[in-house]
């Protein structure tokens, strides 16, 4: 950790970079190894000051960090013998130079006297890909895992990728009260339809030395169909070559009424499993950022976003399991 560069933008990447902030991770959670003992350890602080607690869970393998701000979701998930923190996502943002791309016509590329600008020297070489104007979304909550989405339309490959379901909670985005006794979180919001309809989100958490169970109940006043998506982002140092039961995800991914997914990733020789209670179709795809270089403009990799989908009415129980194995 002795360089600034991944906490800032930079002319080089900076943070955008995955692999410098896979280098800070790693010299993180060596010191979360040396803190690790035999016995499942459970702390309840503000780790990043921001006015809500966060759940800090040490097994004997696995480094986990769930929040009360962000949906009760989890925002670290580390493995001790990898020093890999598959939690190393980042959410799409949009910057003043994405304007270049959107409006390259009303676009000065050449240097320009303005500070805010990030690569002055490097202005004259940059180049205008007419491709990545599709890859310009921004989302608008953190992307995290186990996030819970409920919309009153069908969940799709395209709607998720694109981020065009209707969502319809304000349970993505939003704080949960935690039970320290228990290790759950518990929000109390709506379904904001035609009006609001009162709804009870319950997360628990349970823990092994390689595996974090969820156990997840909703209680809602709307008695109609809806349809609910549980979120997971992970990052990968390699994510072209990841792959979801046993498919590359180039184009995308889609599985329909399946329970469990087992996700390989070559580089750190471990295989993610996901387990289910019931079956539920599958989305996922690689997102991607766009940030300024001095070379021009990049588009990176940053984790694979994938979804777990059914439909319900008025009440819902899901139980997931997610299980760290060799390959």
């Not at 039970?179 to 919001?189: A, Q």
């Not at 989305?283 to 940030?291: A, E, P, Q």
Request: proline letters at 1%; aromatic letters at 14%; a negative charge.
């Amino acid at each position: 950790l002795q360089t600034n560069d991944v906490f800032w933008h930079g002319v080089f990447g900076g943070l955008y970079l995955p692999n410098l902030r896979d280098n800070a991770y790693k010299y993180l959670l060596e010191i979360e190894k040396s803190r690790a003992k035999k016995e499942i350890s459970f702390e309840v602080l503000d780790i990043d000051k921001d006015g809500f607690d966060e759940l800090k869970v040490l097994t004997k393998n696995l480094s986990a960090v769930f929040s009360t701000k962000f949906g009760a979701q989890m925002v670290e998930f580390g493995s001790f013998d990898t020093l890999f923190n598959w939690q190393n996502t980042l959410m799409r943002r949009e910057e003043a130079y994405h304007k270049m791309i959107l409006y390259p016509k009303n676009s000065n590329l050449q240097s320009s006297k303005a500070e805010d600008e990030i690569a002055t020297i490097h202005k004259e070489s940059l180049v205008v890909d007419e491709a990545l104007k599709s890859e310009l979304i921004y989302d608008w909550h953190a992307k995290n895992s186990f996030i819970d989405h409920f919309s009153n339309e069908e969940f799709s490959l395209d709607n998720f990728r694109s981020l065009t379901f209707h969502e319809i909670g304000d349970f993505a985005n939003q704080p949960f009260e935690i039970n320290t006794k228990r290790n759950s979180f518990v929000r109390n919001g709506a379904m904001y339809l035609d009006k609001a309809y009162a709804t009870r989100v319950k997360k628990e958490y349970s823990f092994t030395e390689n595996s974090i169970a969820l156990n997840m109940k909703c209680k809602s006043d709307y008695e109609g169909k809806l349809f609910f998506a549980q979120e997971f982002n992970f990052h990968f140092a390699h994510p072209d070559k990841v792959t979801f039961n046993s498919k590359n995800l180039e184009d995308g991914f889609s599985e329909y009424d399946c329970d469990e997914l087992l996700i390989i990733d070559n580089f750190t020789n471990k295989l993610l499993k996901i387990r289910v209670n019931q079956k539920c179709n599958i989305f996922g795809f690689i997102l991607n950022t766009i940030s300024q270089s001095e070379s021009g403009f990049d588009r990176v990799a940053q984790e694979i976003s994938f979804i777990f989908t059914t439909s319900f009415e008025s009440k819902l129980k899901l139980k997931f399991s997610l299980e760290l194995a060799n390959v």
